[in-house]
T-cell receptor, first 111, second 115 residues
Framework: GNSVTQMEGPVTLSEEAFLTINCTYT??????LFWYVQYPGEGLQLLLK?????DKGSNKGFEATYRKETTSFHLEKGSVQVSDSAVYFC??????????FGTGTRLQVFP | DAGVIQSPRHEVTEMGQEVTLRCKPI?????LFWYRQTMMRGLELLIY????????DSGMPEDRFSAKMPNASFSTLKIQPSEPRDSAVYFC?????????????FGPGTRLTVL
């Protein structure tokens, strides 16, 4: 079945460091791919998405490129801030109405 | 719009008691999803509705769990009787349409503790 695999956390970085959170997927067909972010005490909110191969989603300085050849959708940011500390979820949407989420990766950014 | 509204935000109850969680989706959204989040199992889809009709309840853990959506602006998730292993954060989410590009909008969650 369809699935999403994320790197284990926590990821601990100093402010202004470069961030990569790896995400790979298994799916039949042509899924859409998403990154959601969950700040402490809040629900998940969409960070960015890509709907077809080679699309790049971007928002708030974060980017992810839909790579069909490597079945990946890695999240990157050039310079993280303390306010980026959160849990990040990779997800895919296949031909059903449902989202399939990864296990989440906690990011901790220290000043 | 106020976003997805959930109540209560926190619930502490004793084992064996009935628990009812409530959700008001974003107006105009046809889809409503209930999720459970725990450290051990991550984010699990419990059930979802389309136009107030339950479509897939395969994620509901057992008969103690039930969900209803009597109208387009209200849904409940009920646990009866509750058990300590039901302790989790329960999220409601809504979506305006189906399809692979559809974004889900999440509420703030209800943190349930069963003693």
């Amino acid at each position: 079945g369809n699935s999403v695999t994320q790197m284990e956390g926590p990821v601990t970085l100093s402010e202004e460091a470069f961030l990569t959170i790896n995400c790979t997927y298994t799916a039949t067909g042509y899924p859409s791919l998403f990154w959601y972010v969950q700040y402490p005490g809040e629900g998940l909110q969409l960070l960015l998405k890509a709907t077809k191969a080679d699309d790049k989603g971007s928002n708030k300085g974060f980017e992810a490129t839909y790579r069909k050849e490597t079945t990946s959708f890695h999240l990157e940011k050039g310079s993280v801030q303390v306010s980026d500390s959160a849990v990040y979820f990779c997800a895919l949407s296949d031909n059903t109405d449902k989202l399939i989420f990864g296990t989440g990766t906690r990011l901790q950014v220290f000043p | 719009d106020a976003g997805v509204i959930q109540s209560p935000r926190h619930e502490v109850t004793e084992m064996g008691q009935e628990v009812t969680l409530r959700c008001k989706p974003i107006s105009g959204h046809d889809y409503l999803f209930w999720y459970r989040q725990t450290m051990m199992r991550g984010l699990e889809l419990l059930i979802y509705f389309n136009n107030n009709v339950p479509i897939d309840d395969s994620g509901m853990p057992e008969d103690r769990f039930s969900a209803k959506m009597p109208n387009a602006s209200f849904s409940t998730l009920k646990i009866q009787p509750s058990e300590p292993r039901d302790s989790a954060v329960y999220f409601c989410a809504s979506s305006p349409y189906a399809g692979t590009e559809a974004e889900q909008f999440f509420g703030p969650g209800t943190r349930l503790t069963v003693l």
